[in-house]
């Protein structure tokens, strides 16, 4: 399968999926070993759901010939970075070294996936 403008929502979407089931199911169950207060993961769970529906809206109804569409979730990850960062911040001395581990590791994870959606928008630009 080729990552293009096409099926970059697929891949965006898995990791939407993947991501509202750690926050929702997995993380929660866990919590003593991360520290973030539960309705914290439940609000990240949301936010990646809301990521999901846009990623599925994208891949099934979306005009592939307009650039539009990808900037939508490119925004709506990085914003989702920053937020991680201020939570991680403002409820630092609550968290554990996993719960630090896992969010300072979750943010380069999701920031390579931008820059890879903004190389597929970005050729919408250049010839080839």
Not at 18 to 28: E, I, T
Not at 66 to 87: E, K, Q, S
Not at 96 to 125: C, Q
Request: glycine share 8%.
């Amino acid at each position: 399968m080729n990552l293009n403008e096409r099926n970059i929502f697929l891949l965006d979407g898995a990791g939407a999926l993947l991501s509202v089931f750690l926050m929702a199911v997995v993380l929660p169950a866990i919590q003593h070993l991360i520290g973030m207060p539960s309705h914290i993961f439940y609000l990240l769970a949301l936010w990646a759901f809301g990521s999901l529906v846009y990623d599925f809206c994208c891949f099934r109804f979306a005009d592939r010939r307009d650039p539009r569409w990808l900037r939508g979730i490119m925004a709506a990850n990085g914003l989702y970075c920053v937020l991680t960062a201020v939570l991680l911040v403002v409820h630092f001395a609550e968290l554990t070294p996993w719960g630090v581990a896992y969010f300072v590791a979750e943010m380069p994870v999701i920031l390579g996936l931008v820059m890879f959606e903004r190389k597929i928008w970005l050729g919408f630009y250049t010839p080839g």
